[in-house]
């Protein structure tokens, strides 16, 4: 049985080519579609992460991933396909899938 990437988890992803200011290179990616979804479709929705700290952006969430301090970027969400997941990593606490979901609503949501 084939296993499918699962929600909160964190992938090193190929987001290459990318346009403007879009996250690019191989990067890490926090997975935010449900299981469901990341189950039966050819695609996923993720964030990606970087190091680089925005402390006072209230679009992005300061993680630990693979112990390395970084942020999630909410304000770049898409969609990508499964095959730009190259290897999970990691996995993001309850804290901040909390925290992830809340601000996910506050951005794109009513």
Known sequence: MKRHPRRYDIYLADLNPSRGSECEKIRPVVIVSQDEMNKHLETVVVCPLTTT????????????????????????IRAISKSCLKKKIDHISTESATLLRRTITEMYGE
Do not use: N
Request: proline share 4%.
């Open 53 to 76: 700290l925005h402390l006072k952006w209230r679009s992005r969430i300061q993680v630990e991933c693979a112990g390395t301090p970084s942020e999630i970027a909410i304000d770049q």
